[in-house]
Every structure is written in C-alpha cells, then in structure tokens.
C-alpha cells in the first residue's frame, strides 16, 4: 500500500509564503516523477509544477519565477515552496506521484488527498 501525505497548507495574506510537504511511503521500489496539481471551486485541476527524478522541472506559465518545486529522493518527499502568493492561487492542492511498489512491473499514479491553500486579498 502506497500513500501520499501532504502538508503544508493554510491562510495566507497576498504577497506572503506557503511551504507544502509531501512523502509517499508504503512498499516503494520506486518513484518516477512527482508534481503538485491544484484545483480551484468550479474550476479543472491543473499542473503546478512537476519534477523528475534527476531533477528536470516542468512549471505552469502562471507560478513561474514565484513557485519552486524540489525532491528529496531519499526521504521519497517532494516540496512545493510558494511565494509572492495571489489570491488566484487560492485551491486544493494535491500531490501526485508516479510509485512503482515493490513487486509491482510498472509505475502507478498515486495521489495525496489535497491540501488547501488560501490567499486573502
């Protein structure tokens, strides 16, 4: 059984900083890439930032230069450090994770169950 748990979240003025957390454990062999989605009330959920496991970054147009995203592949943890936060960054955020668990021939898409971020004006 793998899980991802997150944390981090939280009320935020505009402007201010947010650090999130996520480490998936369980019956790990692997783990490919791992990103950070977000999902804001009536709208889709959308890539924020996603990284490789040696470390290639694919970030969204909208948090470029204000989000950055890390790994630390020894603890199987991936980090999300927002600042200069928006009022439209404001959603549920949700680690993903591509796991191969031990035993298993290929990787699977894992999920955390969201955290929320929210920016006042």
């Known amino acids: 059984q793998v899980q991802l748990v997150e944390s981090g979240g939280g009320l935020v003025q505009a402007g201010g900083s947010l650090r999130l957390s996520c480490a998936a454990s369980?019956?790990?062999?692997?783990?490919?890439?791992m990103g950070w989605y977000r999902q804001a009330p009536g709208k889709q959920r959308e890539l924020v930032a996603a990284?490789?496991?040696?470390?290639?970054?694919n970030s969204a147009d909208s948090v470029k230069g204000r989000f950055t995203i890390s790994r630390d592949n020894a603890k199987n943890t991936v980090y999300l450090e927002m600042n200069s936060l928006k009022p439209e960054d404001a959603a549920v955020y949700y680690c993903?994770?591509?796991?191969?668990?031990?035993?298993?021939?290929?990787?699977?898409?894992?999920w955390g169950q969201g955290t929320q971020v929210t920016v006042s004006s």
């Open positions: 369980g019956s790990i062999f692997s783990i490919g890439a």
């Open positions: 993903n994770a591509a796991v191969k668990p031990s035993g298993a021939l290929y990787e699977n898409d894992y």
């Open positions: 990284i490789t496991r040696g470390g290639s970054i």
